[in-house]
């Protein structure tokens, strides 16, 4: 079976997996070696790793290469951060089958205008384009895709930019119209409440993935116990600890503990099951002062 194929048929099938994010070929290795099922190459990280903020500033070159060199060295499949997807609908087919080229198993891009600001950011512009045009670059990218086992993954800000609940879900079913297989529901509220929220009403046909970097206090349990659908959530750094911290195999837990403010879960991923896999717990990391 193909990675992409492996990917694809995790969409689908029941159970826990974990993806985990990475910035480059050592740090993705990493994680593959710690068990998680999937890389996440992380635009945030990669921007980081750049020394500059994550607001449009490195190139397509720049991202193109690095997954191709992440893709390289791992062999579980490996989701790319397209940001907004380097242009329009006109650019978006044409970076898509680079990226799968590359050896990704899919992408993940953003309804927000060019140059985006970081999500996280206190006071950032959060400007989103019309639906009708990001639309047009989902749909762009699906027809695109030269192999159908190829997952293209809508990234909602809805909720970052403030427009709410109701405006979150309209956008959210007008991607998966256009063809989106899953779904990114992006927060940065301290808890997950509106993330909850969210995904209690959801009533589309694609999973939802979450990201909870601004509320790391959400575990599996809490997934399991509130509902249904399916998740996954992907994240090495936050803004205040902007290194990656690895974590080992033998770190394993047999419960889901909430993270506390010096050692959190890096990456979590959740399945429609009736029971949770052990998640990997991260190696407790300094922050910076």
């Known amino acids: 079976m193909t990675r992409n194929a492996s990917f694809r048929a995790k969409l689908s099938s029941p159970g826990l997996a974990h993806a985990m994010a990475a910035h480059n070929p050592l740090s993705a290795r990493l ?20 020394g500059v903020p994550d607001a449009s500033l490195l190139s397509m070159s720049v991202h193109l290469e690095t997954m191709r060199a992440i893709a390289g060295a791992i062999s579980i499949p490996l989701i790319a951060d397209i940001d907004t997807g380097f242009g329009n609908a006109v ?16 992408v993940v891009m953003e309804h927000k205008t ?33 192999d ?26 007008a991607y998966v119209e256009a063809g989106a297989d899953a779904i990114l529901i992006h927060s940065k509220q301290k808890t997950p409440d509106e993330i909850l929220e969210f995904v209690r009403a959801w009533r589309g046909a694609v999973p939802l993935v979450l990201v909870p970097t601004a509320y790391p206090q959400l575990t599996e349990r809490d997934i399991a116990a ?41 990456c979590r991923r959740w399945r429609r099951s009736s029971s949770c896999r052990t998640m990997p717990r991260c190696a407790s990391s300094r922050r910076s002062t």
């Open 31 to 50: 994680a593959e070696r710690a068990g998680f099922d999937a890389i996440w190459g992380s635009g945030f990280e990669l921007s980081a790793s750049y």
């Open 91 to 106: 650019n978006v087919s044409h970076v898509v089958p680079q990226f799968e080229a590359a050896g990704a198993s899919a």
């Open 114 to 146: 060019f140059p985006k600001d970081t999500s996280l950011r206190s006071g950032a512009r959060q400007e989103l384009v019309r639906v009708e045009e990001f639309q047009g670059k989902v749909a762009a990218a699906c027809a695109a895709r030269r």
């Open 148 to 173: 159908p086992d190829f997952v293209v993954i809508a990234r909602v800000e809805a909720l970052i930019a403030g427009l709410g609940q109701a405006e979150a879900s309209r956008r959210a079913s």
């Open 226 to 266: 509130r509902w249904a659908t399916w998740a996954w959530s992907s994240t090495a750094t936050t803004p205040s600890a902007p290194a990656w911290a690895p974590c080992s195999a033998s770190s394993r837990r047999s419960d889901a503990t909430a993270a506390s403010p010096r050692s959190m879960p890096l």
